[in-house]
């Protein structure tokens, strides 16, 4: 079974400083890692798609990165801002359809 | 629609009685998904459609749980003479296929309110 986690569960920072981001799996036969923001009581929104060949994408300021061979990957968030304020949430897909969610980490930016 | 549309988004019900969830696909979009998420606690996979079939029913938590899929494209998730345990925000997705490397993308959600 596909074991998800992301660290630290919540984070604060100041505005203008980067985030980092942690997502680990256990099982690196994953297709792809999609990146996920959730505002409060609100659905999901797909940030980042990484196929499982690619090492980084880009949108932005946001940067993710893949490595497979370790099971991690890494949402880098540059400058923040604090609309930035939301839960981030990484998800593996290992068969063909079905995601696998990690916890999610919780992010505020103080202005 | 621009993306997944979910209907309604709260629904407040009085336990032991059946409530319908509705989602309404991207438009072109053959894979659909259903996922809970409970106060506190991560995405829980519930359903996969490729098109009208669920070859993929393995997180329906009980049989008061069933689904469908008409004409490709909406889906409505049934919940059967509902306990308070079901409360949880419904989250619907969809993606182009079942294609390794498609995009899943989520509508709204529906929070259901046990009472």
């Known amino acids: 079974k596909q074991e998800v986690t992301q660290i630290p569960a919540a984070l604060s920072v100041p505005e203008g400083e980067n985030l980092v981001l942690n997502c680990s799996f256990t099982?690196?036969?994953?297709?792809?890692l999609q990146w996920f923001r959730q505002d409060p009581g609100k659905g999901l929104t797909s940030l980042l798609l990484?196929?499982?060949?690619?090492r980084e994408q880009t949108s932005g300021r946001l940067n993710a990165s893949l490595d497979k061979s370790s099971g991690r990957s890494t949402l880098y968030i540059a400058a923040s801002q604090p609309g930035d304020s939301a839960t981030y949430l990484c998800?593996?897909?290992?068969?063909?359809?079905?995601?696998?969610f990690g916890a999610g980490t919780t992010v505020t930016v103080r202005a | 629609g621009a993306g997944v549309s979910q209907s309604p988004s709260n629904k407040v019900t009085e336990k032991g009685k059946d409530v319908e969830l509705r989602c309404d696909p991207i438009s072109g979009h053959t894979a659909l998904y259903w996922y809970r998420q409970s106060l506190g606690q991560g995405l829980e996979f519930l359903i996969y459609f490729q098109g009208n079939s669920a070859p993929d029913k393995s997180g329906l938590p009980s049989d008061r749980f069933s689904a469908e899929r008409t004409g490709g494209s909406v889906s409505t998730l049934t919940i059967q003479r509902t306990q308070q345990e079901d409360s949880a925000v419904y989250l619907c997705?969809?993606?182009?296929?079942?294609?390794?490397?498609?995009?899943?993308?989520f509508g709204q959600g529906t929070r259901l309110t046990v009472v």
């Open positions: 998800a593996v897909r290992r068969d063909d359809y079905k995601l696998s």
């Open positions: 099982d690196s036969a994953i297709y792809n």
């Open positions: 990484i196929q499982s060949s690619q």
């Open positions: 997705a969809s993606s182009l296929g079942a294609r390794k490397n498609t995009e899943a993308f």
